[in-house]
DNA sequence: GACTCGTGGAA
DNA sequence: TTTCCAAGAGT
């Protein structure tokens, strides 16, 4: 079949059809039997789930996602939630203004908007947190309007499809184009999944599945064989490296010396370990006056945009320590998992070399 | 448009 | 070991 033979309709039949018997089975998903017979999902749902998944694997999200809905099954049980209670549950998951923003989102629709969610791309992208991907994407999926979704995975079907190689991000506004002609009025929430699964499961990054895609005869790329080389992307800039040193305090009563991170900047809002700043050397800054001993070794923990290699400090305190900055977090108060990765790493070389000591 | 902002798995 | 990259948003 050739491309002028296949017009949109025919292109978004064939992949909702494909979504009817391979849709992914997800925790925060109806099945495409209901959707098409009208039921929808919990928006609050919809939402966790989209933010969880901004930048983030499905395989990574689902604990998370698990977790918070047990601990708090409304937007009202999360927006009544503590600020460290929800910071400590994120931890792990990664890029935590999504989490403040969560937070945020959820006491407006809670104290202002009575507990729902806006129904409209408009509305929800005026609330934190929620740009022009998950505006659209929760629009669609949870209140099927027919919006259009432009995510990673759309991105690459598209250039695909239509066999685009203008390098992202310059690409965008074609391909948006392109991703809207193929939006149906009918089920245009599952549409937006079907893409998204399709680029999830088929039309890969790397070695995609051509054999198998229900797009395969439309598709340029395929006919052309460059759809392993598509989407294009502008080269990105290498990573520096940056250098520091933190201290792990712990009092003769088991308790932690620890600090919030402020609300900006890398890690904000996150609970973590007192140290100096990052940069071109490892400095001194302990923040108290002790018995500091360097451990062998260090961390080395890679972040979006430099690599970081601590050297990791340990010493007893007293019990009638002040510490400048910080405070002491209780021996049976301490969780690891309220930590972000690279605290963690940090905490698990001075455990260790506690262990081995003793 | 350019930067910042995490993490873990795959190749 | 390094690179890529995954349902992006905010500044």
């Not at 509305?123 to 947190?129: D, H």
């Not at 929760?138 to 991105?155: K, Q, R, S, W």
């Not at 400095?283 to 290699?309: K, M, Q, S, Y």
Request: hydrophobic fraction near 40%.
């Amino acid at each position: 079949m050739r491309d002028g033979e296949m017009t949109e309709i025919d292109l978004s039949r064939a992949l909702l059809g494909w979504y009817d018997r391979h849709a992914r089975v997800l925790p925060w998903r109806i099945g495409p039997a209901e959707s098409a017979a009208g039921q929808r999902p919990d928006p609050y749902r919809v939402w966790l789930s989209e933010v969880m998944l901004q930048q983030t694997t499905v395989a990574a999200v689902k604990a998370y996602f698990e977790r918070f809905t047990m601990l708090w099954p409304t937007v009202d049980d999360l927006a009544a939630a503590p600020d460290e209670s929800v910071m400590g549950e994120w931890a792990g998951l990664g890029y935590y203004a999504r989490a403040r923003n969560l937070l945020k989102c959820a006491r407006m629709v809670s104290n202002e908007l009575g507990g729902a969610f806006p129904q409209t791309r408009e509305g929800l992208i005026a609330l934190p947190g929620i740009g022009p991907y998950t505006a659209a994407a929760i629009a669609a999926i949870a209140f099927d309007e027919p919006e259009t979704v432009l995510d990673g995975n759309v991105e690459r079907v598209m250039a695909r499809l239509f066999d685009i190689h203008t390098p992202l991000p310059t690409a965008k506004p074609e391909l948006m184009t392109r991703a809207e002609t193929l939006t149906p009025r009918r089920r245009p929430g599952d549409h937006a999944q079907a893409v998204m699964d399709l680029g999830a499961t088929i039309c890969t990054p790397k070695s995609p599945a051509c054999g198998i895609c229900p797009l395969r005869d439309p598709c340029a790329a395929r006919r052309a064989g460059t759809a392993a080389e598509l989407p294009k992307k502008t080269a990105k800039k290498p990573k520096p490296t940056r250098h520091g040193t933190i201290y792990l305090g712990q009092r003769g009563d088991g308790a932690w010396l620890m600090e919030r991170r402020p609300d900006k900047g890398l890690l904000g809002g996150m609970l973590g370990w007192p140290g100096s700043d990052w940069g071109e050397a490892a400095v001194d800054a302990p923040p108290v006056a002790a018995d500091w001993t360097v451990l062998p070794g260090e961390v080395r923990h890679t972040f979006t945009h430099f690599h970081l290699v601590l050297s990791v400090h340990i010493a007893p305190l007293p019990l009638d320590c002040a510490p400048e900055r910080g405070f002491f977090v209780d021996k049976h108060a301490f969780r690891r998992s309220d930590l972000p990765t690279v605290m963690r790493k940090a905490f698990d070389l001075a455990r260790d070399a506690i262990k081995d000591r003793a």
